[in-house]
């Protein structure tokens, strides 16, 4: 069983910047694909980045290419999400997940809101 906890939220105002953290247990971090989602209040969950276990190859949702960016840092078993350039339509809650071996794991997810 992996566990994955999500931290970094908050409230920021339109143009602000915010980075969440993930910290996903095991021993094998650097073989997991890890991902950041996210779940506004009546919509269904969406992709937002993902990272390949080297890190050398990322993805993004368009609505957030070139804005926000992915990184993780294997030796402390973390990944990151740098968001710049926050729009109120980013306001959600944002969950991280790892793919282990063909299974999901997902964190609780931590709420990010920007205010207009």
Do not use: H
Not at 16 to 26: E, K, P, T
């Amino acid at each position: 069983q992996v566990q994955v906890v999500e931290s970094g939220g908050g409230l920021v105002q339109a143009g602000g910047s915010l980075r969440l953290s993930c910290v996903a247990s095991g021993r094998t971090f650097s073989s997991y694909v890890m991902g950041w989602f996210r779940q506004a209040p009546g919509k269904e969950r969406e992709f937002v980045a993902t990272i390949s276990w080297s890190a050398s190859i990322t993805y993004y949702a368009d609505s957030v290419k070139g804005r926000f960016t992915i990184s993780r840092d294997n030796p402390k078993n973390t990944v990151y999400l740098q968001m710049n350039n926050l729009k109120p339509e980013d306001t959600a809650v944002y969950y991280c997940k790892a793919r282990v071996n063909d299974n999901d794991y997902w964190g609780q997810g931590t709420q990010v809101t920007v205010s207009s």
